[in-house]
């Protein structure tokens, strides 16, 4: 069955230093992969979209990367700050209307 | 803020009830997507919107049901609530057609309770 996967486990790490959040997905051949924060009681905001044929993209401080033969996608937040601290999302998506979201992972920053 | 309104915030009914959720979409966009989020879970998708029709749906029950109207607003009905429809109720508006846009913006949500 398909299947996409965040660390459940929250990501704790101290500020200044590299935050790196992992998607795993099974029985998926998607045509992008978007990445989305989320804080508490409010909407996913989204920060980067990467399609199929992109190994890499960059965004101020953020980093994803696409291994579509691995099936997993890499964000990375560099020179992380408190701010930072909220629930990572990502999703995927085939083209068409349908957008699969993985359940995230809760990142905290100490300050 | 993404210029996503989703109206009411809260809401508490009881089982059995009907809900409607409103959303109005962010300028320029014609495509409106619900999503349903459980505690602790990612946005499960419920259905999408396009030009006023439905463009798909995900894996949910026909009592769940919306609508598109001209200026790209939408509905979201839910008939015959049940205790395991409790949850954040998110709808995503984005560009669809010629010049298609995979990013959605999200509204705030609205939490409803079934009791």
């Known amino acids: 069955s398909q299947k996409i996967e965040q660390n459940s486990e929250a990501l704790n790490i101290q500020e200044g230093k590299t935050a790196t959040l992992t998607c795993n997905y099974t029985?998926?051949?998607?045509?992008?992969l978007q990445w989305y924060r989320q804080d508490p009681g409010r909407g996913p905001v989204f920060l980067l979209l990467i399609r199929e044929n992109e190994k890499e993209k960059r965004k101020e401080r953020l980093k994803v990367t696409f291994d579509t033969t691995l099936k997993q996608s890499l964000f990375h937040i560099t020179a992380s700050q408190p701010a930072d601290s909220a629930t990572y999302l990502c999703a995927l998506g085939t083209g068409g209307f349908k957008t699969i979201f993985g359940a995230g992972t809760r990142l905290f920053v100490k300050a | 803020e993404t210029g996503v309104t989703q109206s009411p915030t809260h809401l508490i009914k009881t089982r059995g009830q009907q809900v409607t959720l409103r959303c109005s979409s962010q300028?320029?966009?014609?495509?409106v997507s619900w999503y349903q989020q459980a505690l602790g879970q990612g946005p499960q998708f419920i259905f999408q919107y396009y030009r006023e029709e439905e463009n798909g749906r995900g894996n949910f029950p026909p009592r769940f049901s919306g609508l598109q109207f001209p200026n790209y607003s939408s509905e979201l009905n839910v008939n015959a609530l049940e205790l395991d429809d409790s949850a954040l109720y998110l709808c995503?508006?984005?560009?669809?057609?010629?010049?298609?846009?995979?990013?959605?913006?999200f509204g705030p949500g609205t939490r409803l309770t079934v009791t």
């Open positions: 029985n998926y051949s998607p045509a992008y």
């Open positions: 300028s320029g966009h014609n495509t």
């Open positions: 995503a508006s984005s560009l669809s057609g010629t010049l298609i846009s995979y990013e959605q913006y």
